[in-house]
């Protein structure tokens, strides 16, 4: 389903401002990916982003950041392969969460969708779109990168803030292998 769908007032929005690019608004989802919503507004809320950088540019396809400070329990992943109905398609601008080829193994990376991909749909769990910002995204999708798509120069989260609208979420269901 495409995320005109799912957007709301109601919704909590995050502002990411990119060091010497610019400033990305994201409204997330909680009623397609709740855990993972849940997930991301408590990093957010521990400045687990900060400073943090896009680590991964691929031009055409997305750009990837989130990873490194701690060690960080995952969650089950909210996609449908994974027994979990999220309908919200991977177009352009969608964020949704990195995982490895485990799929509950989604921690704190996420990416943010430069074009539609529609091989991800399903796979992955998509939980909000960029709703301000997106030339930020392709600002940053046009950085020079090496051959493992690290861009040459760091491409930094400076600031990470949340309008939860007046609404609380509770602590990420971490995932516990067997259950």
Do not use: W
């Amino acid at each position: 389903m495409k995320y005109k769908h799912y957007l709301s007032t109601k919704n909590p929005v995050i502002t990411m401002t990119i060091r010497d690019y610019g400033i990305i608004e994201i409204e997330l989802f909680p009623e397609v990916a709740p855990n993972t919503v849940n997930n991301f507004i408590h990093l957010v809320e521990s400045n687990y982003y900060k400073q943090l950088i896009f680590h991964r540019i691929i031009p055409g396809f997305m750009i990837q950041g989130g990873g490194g400070k701690d060690n960080i329990s995952p969650i089950k992943g909210e996609f449908a392969a994974n027994g979990f109905d999220n309908p919200l398609e991977h177009t352009r601008g969608v964020i949704s969460m990195a995982r490895t080829s485990d799929p509950n193994s989604q921690t704190s990376q996420f990416f943010i969708m430069h074009q539609d991909a529609p091989h991800l749909d399903r796979n992955y769990a998509a939980f909000g779109v960029v709703t301000s910002g997106i030339e930020v995204v392709d600002l940053i999708a046009r950085q020079p990168r090496d051959y493992r798509d690290c861009p040459h120069n760091d491409v930094v989260i400076e600031s990470i803030v949340i309008d939860k609208k007046d609404k609380t979420y509770p602590k990420p269901v971490y995932y516990v292998s067997g259950q």
